[in-house]
């Protein structure tokens, strides 16, 4: 994207990298996190059997026998050729219209079935909605929340039988403050009535490593499988992410029940074992966003992923397999394929820290010519990326950066067939924009 970069390039260097955590990654601290369970419910039920605590030196959990090494994508073009983003105009009859603006720290963007657009803000830890275009004055709901680096209100998903339960999903952090002393990310559902939130339900809390504040539960989202997905990051402790009893450092799938439940399909699924349930892919440091392919015939997912001082990526996610994070990662994605592992390379990546934001598959009919394609932003750059599939959606074809377009934090395809996305946002006040077709 174009964008006054010299704005943008002292507003970022003037703050500590969001997301992907400018250099190497620090020494991790220990785990200060220590609650009766580790993984709780409201009403102190517990989820699942409480794990082992990693330390950062654990061992990797070795791979179950039971998942199959997956095929490799093979790619179409060279990695080597997609590091090189090719300036892209927009398509003719393009414009960018400016829906709402001096927003505080938005983060993501969802729509309601009925058109209304709902997004969090990091720090206020409120859910707001525009309807008709207009920004309505008081939020959805508030949250008390700990906004401390990357930490805040993440993640917003609206349920798939949204018209007729009004269920909502969120993320989120919880500061020590407000339970007992003892930071937590926590997953809520809340009804919507009238704009409003009631029957707010804790569904879901995981450890959150006190004194980093980054990698946290991200976004989430429902799959064609009415399963619900979401993205926790590995809590600035490398080895959780290669440890199976862990839920940092993961995709999680769940039956969005209260409680949540892991469905006994899930690849790492042992009951009464030791793994965590709920894991359908791991190896991750800070999968912030993710998109579940409409258009695949299999179940595919495409996540942006943070490195430290490397590996910035987007990922091909599949059932059961290993994303190489790792106390010991050497910034390999060259050789990225560890058969030993049952790991995949990414389908892109890049050894410059952008950090990797929102995702999305276009599947509107303003850009005709984009049907399909894969866009994403870039907080650090402020890149709005697009990507192109080959036949089988498993490899990116061509790279490009469209001109004129500033996304550092989130895009969706919205109903009207247009493009929505965030400029600024995150660390800083944002603007939701519109890229349309003129008719």
Known sequence: MKKNRLFWFGLISTAVFWLAGC?????????????????????????FPTPNVPTATSPPTPLPTKIPATPQPKPTVSVQELQKIYPEEPLPGSDVEVIASDLAEPVTLVFAPDGRLFFTEKVTGNIRVIVNGELLPEPVLGLEVGSHSEQGLLGLAVDPDFESNHYMWATYTVPARANNDQKVNRM????????????????LETPNNEGDGIHNMNNLSFGPDGMLYVTVGEDNIPSNAQNLSEPRGKILRFKPTVPLSAPEDNPFYDGDGPNFDGIYAYGFRNSFDFVIDPLSDDMTIFATENGPSCDDEVNLVLRGNNYGWNSQHDCDNENGYHPELNSIPPMWYTNQTISPTGITVYTGDDFYEWYGDVFFCSYNDGMFHHLTLNETRDSFTTHRSINGISCQTDVITAPDGSLYFLEGGGYVPGTIKRLYRKR
Do not use: C, H, W
């Open 23 to 47: 250099g190497p990654t620090p020494t991790p601290k220990p785990d200060v996190y220590e609650p009766s369970s580790q993984y709780t419910l409201l009403d102190e039920v517990s989820l």
């Open 188 to 203: 809520i559902r809340f009804t919507e009535e009238n704009n409003k939130a009631v029957d707010v339900v804790t569904v």
